[in-house]
T-cell receptor
């Protein structure tokens, strides 16, 4: 596709419900990132994939958060038993990778509201 | 991880040059400096990246002194549409961590 696509754009979940957020990166991009952005804050790093390998998941706030990229393209961020503090915009980014320091392209994000 | 410090907010007027400085005292040898721009309800957008000295593209310039402990993003002749949050990131690509950013408001 032309850019990074995230779906759904908006999600309302009842507390305790499980949610799955999808990211379609730019075709051929090796690196994929997930971020969480609370209102008025900068994006907080969650996890990083290089192809299908999850190389860094140090930013995942709890074991309720799980991310996967099984075929090295589409990625899913899953949040189990959602809590109100999970309400935020979840951003996905991809980059060509392969060598250091290239531009990352972001999707428009998924706004999650837990009620 | 090299921590960055930026002003929380800045105001400017249309047509002026805006310089936003970022401090990163413990930058590592392999670290690059990257700036992103974010508008409300959108994901961040890459502006410019550099390692040392000066980098210029069609949008901005990035000045990096020899010691690399700071960097300055320069936006020439800003317009109202440049009102956004600007983030300075320091590190390797796989280690992109955002700070709080600088909220730039351009006034008519």
């Amino acid at each position: 596709g032309a850019g990074v696509s995230q779906s759904p754009r908006y999600k309302v979940a009842k507390r305790g419900q499980d949610v799955a957020l999808r990211c379609d990166p730019i075709s051929g991009h090796v690196s994929l990132f997930w971020y969480q952005q609370a209102l008025g804050q900068g994006p907080e790093f969650l996890t990083y994939f290089q192809n299908e390998a999850q190389l860094d998941k140090s930013g995942l706030p709890s074991d309720r958060f799980f991310a996967e990229r099984p075929e090295g393209s589409v990625s899913t961020l899953k949040i189990q038993r959602t809590q109100q503090e999970d309400s935020a915009v979840y951003l996905c980014a991809s980059s060509q990778g392969g060598e250091a320091n290239t531009e990352a392209f972001f999707g428009q994000g998924t706004r999650l509201t837990v009620v | 991880l090299a921590k960055t410090t930026q002003p929380i907010s800045m105001d400017s007027y249309e047509g002026q040059e805006v310089n936003i400085t970022c401090s990163h005292n413990n930058i590592a040898t392999n670290d690059y400096i990257t700036w992103y721009q974010q508008f409300p309800s959108q994901g961040p957008r890459f502006i410019i990246q550099g390692y040392k000295t000066k980098v210029t593209n069609e949008v901005a310039s990035l000045f990096i002194p020899a010691d690399r402990k700071s960097s300055t993003l320069s936006l020439p002749r800003v317009s109202l549409s440049d009102t956004a949050v600007y983030y300075c990131l320091v590190g390797e690509l796989w280690d992109m961590r955002f700070g709080a950013g600088t909220r730039l408001t351009v006034k008519p």
